[in-house]
């Protein structure tokens, strides 16, 4: 014999609560797997991904001053001295990647551009001043146009050699600054 339940109001609305749930959560299910195909392409900054930095024994001004001596030669979109930040426009390097894989067994690549992020932070060791900068390079390539760009690893190569001579550069600056002290020095004896 089949028994029929006849809901009252407050069995009703709990119902249709849980129902409004689980349909809340199937829908965020769905959202979250449709945006999985977004999270791939930057999926590598997760992966054991370190941006390039360097802590140097210099100043905030003396930092900023070697890093805009480096980066005067690319073609800069931003440079902001008080948030520390210096971005560069996009860059094609084709023939650079081109030539970098041809030894390899990746196929060529229709374009590649690249663009570059300077951040410069002012940070204290003990009561020295000093200065960590980071250097982040945004690679993207593109196989065919059917595909459209693509964010890519970069190898770091251009990252640690900025770094590179960021530091020598501060180094140069201060064994000058230490010479002049020296020279002020034994003029300030001889008088």
């Known amino acids: 014999m089949f028994r029929i339940n006849i809901m009252n109001n407050n069995t009703f609305d709990h119902f249709h609560r849980t129902s409004l749930k689980n349909i809340l959560i199937l829908a965020c299910v769905a959202l979250l797997q449709s945006s999985c195909g977004s999270y791939k392409q930057f999926q590598y900054i997760a992966e054991d991904f370190e941006v390039p930095s360097k802590v140097f024994k210099s100043d905030y001004s003396q930092s900023w001053q070697a890093v805009l001596q480096i980066m005067q030669k690319f073609d800069l979109a931003t440079q902001n001295q008080e948030a520390g930040i210096i971005k560069t426009r996009w860059r094609d390097n084709t023939l650079e990647l081109n030539f970098a894989d041809s030894f390899g067994s990746s196929d060529a690549v229709k374009a590649a551009k690249f663009k570059l992020i300077v951040n410069v932070v002012k940070g204290f060791r ?5 200065s960590k900068i980071t250097v982040f390079k945004r690679q993207m390539i593109e196989h065919d146009f059917l595909q459209g760009w693509k964010v890519v690893r970069s190898d770091g190569i251009m990252e640690k050699a900025i770094l590179y001579r960021i530091q020598r550069i501060l180094i140069i600056d201060q064994k000058l600054k ?6 002020a020095k034994e003029a300030e004896e001889n008088f």
């Not at 003990?126 to 000093?130: C, D, H, Y």
């Not at 230490?178 to 020279?183: A, D, P, S």
């Open 126 to 130: 003990g009561t020295r001043e000093v």
């Open 178 to 183: 230490k010479l002049e002290e020296k020279k």
